[in-house]
C-alpha cells in the first residue's frame, strides 16, 4: 500500500521567504502526486498535480513542485511567500493499483508572519 | 451547482445515535469519494463509488458507518450508533471518472460532526 509523509508539521517564516515544503511517498509503481491547499475556514483546494511529463510542476498562486522520481519524492516551492499564503499543506498521491482513492500526507501548516 | 455541497455544515450529536451526512457532488462527476479529517488521523480515505456502486469501501473504519449513492448524484454517509471516536470532519470530494486516477479531485466544505 503507498503512503505519504511530509517532514515538517509546522513552518513559520515571514513575508517574501522562500518555502520548500517536503513530501516523499512509498510506492514502486507509477503515481500520481497532488498538492492540495487548505486555507483558514475554507475547503480543500488543490494547488498543483503531476500525472506525467515535464517533472516540474507548475501550479496556481506562484507555487510549483518537482518530482524526483529515484527519490521519491515531489516537493512543493514558492519563491517568495505571501502573509496569504498562511495555510495547512497536504501532499497525496493515488495509484492506479490501488484505484481512485487519494492517501494523503499528515499536513503542514504554515503560517506567513507580515 | 458550482462545487461540491454539503450538509449539515455541522452537526452535533449525543453518543449511541446515528447520523446522516450528505454529499451532493458536482454535475456530471460519476466518481464521488468521502474522506475524513481528524485531529489524530489526519485525513483518511472512507468509501469511493463510480456511478452507483463502490468499488472501494476499504476505508470504512467499522460496520456502524455504511454510505449510498442514488441516481448516480447525491450519496449519504451513514454512521450508526456513534461513538466520541467518530467525532471528524467528514468531506466528500467528487471528479470524472478514471481507472487511473488522473483525474482532479474537488472537495466540499465538510460537515463537521462532534459526538458529545
Known amino acids: 500500500a503507498q503512503s505519504v509523509s511530509q517532514h515538517n508539521h509546522h513552518v513559520i517564516l515571514s513575508e517574501a521567504a522562500s518555502l520548500e515544503l517536503g513530501c516523499n511517498y512509498s510506492y514502486g509503481g507509477t503515481v500520481n502526486l497532488f498538492w492540495y491547499v487548505q486555507y483558514p475556514g475554507q475547503h480543500l483546494q488543490l494547488l498543483l498535480k503531476?500525472?506525467?511529463?515535464?517533472?516540474l510542476v507548475k501550479g496556481i498562486k506562484g507555487f510549483e513542485a518537482e518530482f524526483i522520481k529515484s527519490k521519491f519524492s515531489f516537493n512543493l516551492r514558492k519563491p517568495s511567500v505571501q502573509w496569504s499564503d498562511t495555510a495547512e499543506y497536504f501532499c497525496?498521491?493515488?495509484?492506479?493499483?490501488?484505484?481512485?482513492?487519494?492517501?494523503f500526507g499528515g499536513g503542514t501548516r504554515v503560517l506567513v508572519k507580515p | 451547482g458550482a462545487g461540491v455541497s454539503q450538509s449539515p455544515s455541522n452537526k452535533v450529536t449525543e453518543k449511541g445515535k446515528d447520523v446522516e451526512l450528505r454529499c451532493d457532488p458536482i454535475?456530471?462527476?460519476?466518481?464521488l469519494y468521502w474522506y475524513r479529517q481528524s485531529l489524530g488521523q489526519g485525513l483518511e480515505f472512507l468509501i469511493y463509488?463510480?456511478?452507483?456502486?463502490?468499488?472501494?469501501k476499504s476505508g470504512l473504519p467499522s460496520d456502524r458507518f455504511s454510505a449510498e449513492r442514488t441516481g448516480g448524484s447525491v450519496s449519504t454517509l451513514t454512521i450508526q450508533r456513534t461513538q466520541q471516536e467518530d467525532s471528524a470532519v467528514y468531506l466528500c470530494?467528487?471528479?470524472?471518472?478514471?481507472?487511473?486516477?488522473?483525474?482532479?479531485?474537488?472537495f466540499g466544505p465538510g460537515t463537521r460532526l462532534t459526538v458529545t
Open positions: 503531476y500525472f506525467s511529463g515535464d517533472p
Open positions: 454535475s456530471g462527476h460519476t466518481a
Open positions: 463509488f463510480q456511478g452507483n456502486s463502490a468499488p472501494d
Open positions: 470530494a467528487s471528479s470524472f471518472p478514471s481507472g487511473g486516477g488522473s483525474y482532479e479531485q474537488y
Open positions: 497525496a498521491v493515488n495509484t492506479k493499483a490501488a484505484g481512485n482513492k487519494l492517501t
